[in-house]
């Protein structure tokens, strides 16, 4: 974007170029500047050649030439923060990145997409009955009757693999000890998980588990989260990353006020354009790669999305626009991480309506015993009212593999990874030991279902393909 960071009385004197026909226009080269802003002093000794890389700390813009009229514009202008270190671009790529975001808001990912289709894969891979249940044979009418076997009003979406069983199992667990009865779909790739494994088999005959599979080569990593919420059976879908574990039945959120005006709930991360470590910030590239106004808000954290996917089907498509579109220039660019913020994105981008949780995380841990020092292992997320809700454990992992605090079923005694251990928070935080809040046992039911979880594949005698 063509607008200084620090002088908006010089906004006007270059906007931002929206090139009509791109495959137009040629790229004549790099034109740098002073004062790490694009509307600096130009530096002439300092210009390149249009193959030449261009990297973050410098600021200046390409310019490009139509082929028919000889004008020349200005495009992707830079700061010296606009892009992150060890990133870089040359002004032969101009076509590709002005041109990424004009598809995303007429993008139809699936044309073949329906959500009762969605519904049908689901019965139909988890043999379920597609007509209503009868009346009982004693003709005595129980709540049920009429119902079918699944609701696909609400529900939560997980993705699994192998390795993560074990914390899903304690998850799952600790959801319906907390009373939740929502459907929970786990969606996974063949190539990571064993279907037979006895945790997934225990969870499907006991927990109301409904297995999905991911069967889009290109559902890899982060994406792979983008492509349950798309194609999950549920109109309502409350994601949760495999890690993170909810303090109560989080089914009250879909009827929130918050949730029933917006059709989206988002939560924040610890970081924001002042304090950001992904570098999105006013400066930053992009907000003009996703073709986006400049927001100042907290950037957002995924461990857990709430969405009303009828309502949000458009911004649903933007979404997987960003996520499948190929090149992902936005991760080769290090534009954002992960899926971290292409929800927020996607929505600013379709003008569609969310919340976002109000204030930043807290963080949940260890306090060191004889210093000033707080070691965060665990993300602490807040309901609409401001009442914790999610504890998303994302350094300290309960996993197959990763057993010492299971084993232990205690606190964790090293300071390593930690949120905050740097920081002296007595002057920004206020510090609660966790017996002040009424899920005070939580972390030692997590630990106690996530032994049971490993007893029951010690008596199985079941090994992964990483273990054997």
Known sequence: M???????????????????????HECIGWRQTAQCT?????????????????????????????????????VLAMHCDSLRPRVQFNCNMF???????????????????????????????????????????????????????????RGIVLVIYESALLGVYAS?????????????????????????????QLMIQEFNVYLRVIDDPLATGFYTKLYAIFYSAFDNVLLLDADNFAVRDPSYLFDTHEFLETGAIFWPDFWQPSNTMFNIQKNSYVWEFFGLDYVDMFEQESGQVLINRRMHYKALNILMYYGFSLPRTHQKMRLVWGD????????????????????????????HADYELFCGVTMVQYDPSGRVMFLHRNTEKIRDGNNRTVRRQGVLSQFKRCFGKDVNYGKLFTLKPMSAFPFENLEHDLLRFAAAGADVLRL?????????
């Open 2 to 24: 063509f607008t200084s960071a620090d002088d908006v009385k010089v906004k006007n004197q270059i906007v931002q170029q929206k090139l009509s026909n791109l495959s137009d």
């Open 38 to 74: 694009p509307l600096g002093e130009r530096q002439n000794e300092n210009d390149k050649n249009c193959s030449a890389m261009i990297s973050h700390g410098v600021s200046g813009y390409c310019e490009v030439r139509n082929r028919r009229t000889k004008e020349v514009k200005k």
């Open 95 to 153: 076509q590709s990145l002005l041109s990424y975001s004009i598809p995303s808001t007429i993008y139809e990912h699936d044309p073949n997409f329906s959500f009762t289709h969605n519904q049908e894969v689901l019965r139909t891979r988890n043999q379920l009955s597609s007509t209503p249940i009868p009346l009982g044979n004693d003709g005595i009418r129980n709540e049920t009757v009429g119902q079918f076997e699944i609701s696909f009003d």
């Open 172 to 200: 799952v667990r600790s959801l319906r000890a907390l009373g939740c009865m929502l459907p929970i779909e786990m969606w996974y790739m063949t190539s990571e998980t064993n279907v037979k494994h006895p945790l997934l």
């Open 340 to 367: 971290k913020d292409l929800f927020r994105f996607a929505w600013l981008k379709s003008k569609s309506s969310f919340y976002m949780i109000p204030g930043p995380p807290g963080s949940a841990g260890t306090k």
């Open 460 to 468: 199985s005698g079941y090994k992964n393909e990483a273990q054997s």
